[in-house]
């Protein structure tokens, strides 16, 4: 860790720090190891660094004028324009999923983390057969999931940088995030193909015998 992260976060209230007599800076030990997550499993404990299921879920809380902005360039705009019954379905689903998928990055017992995911895939799998439901298409679905994924991985990034997360462990609770994420992500696929049914099969053409 950098003098100047030191600095920074003892300016902004992180870190306790005494200040000498002649303008210098003093960190103590105990101060410093609290930032530090957790060594006993070899897992960064999400809560030390900052996130929870509230937390999360506010980063889809845009501002009127950046959410307009998104609905224009965005083709998951349909989801603005659902009536408030089914919007606000849509979003305790994703909430869910934000607080499962927590959970399972943050589980020290592997059986439980295992439990989480399937508990997610479930939500999504059920998220994808409303979306099929409302009449719109795979890719609507597949545009609805990416507009959750990526602010949830960039933001568990983002903490890992301001936190000191080590490179390893932040590389490997991203990788974790992005694998959960492609699980999620091929059971919206899998329940809007079940409720959409098969597409139609297409008549193989009859080969054509020269007299």
Known sequence: ???????????????????TPGG???????????????????????????VSAE???????PSRTRRDAVVQRSRAAWIVALPPDELAGFRERGRQL?????????????????????????VAAEQGRVVAGLGA??????EAFLAFRSPFVEHLARLSRE???????????????EAAMDRLLLATMTGHSLESGPAPRRKRPRPVVAP
Do not use: N
Request: aromatic share 4%; net charge positive.
């Open 1 to 19: 860790m950098s003098e100047a992260t030191l600095r920074r976060w003892s300016d902004r209230g992180l870190v306790s720090v005494f200040t």
């Open 24 to 50: 210098h800076r003093r960190f103590s030990r105990s101060s410093l190891g609290s930032l530090l997550p957790s060594t006993t499993d070899g897992r960064p404990h999400l809560t030390r660094l900052g």
């Open 55 to 61: 937390r999360m879920t506010r980063i889809y809380r």
């Open 98 to 122: 934000v607080a499962l998928m927590l959970e399972h990055l943050d589980a020290a017992d592997d059986e439980i983390a295992a439990q989480r995911l399937v508990e997610g895939a479930r």
């Open 137 to 142: 298409s795979l890719s609507d679905a597949v």
């Open 163 to 177: 936190r000191g997360l080590d490179t390893r462990r932040a590389t490997e609770l991203l990788m974790a995030a």
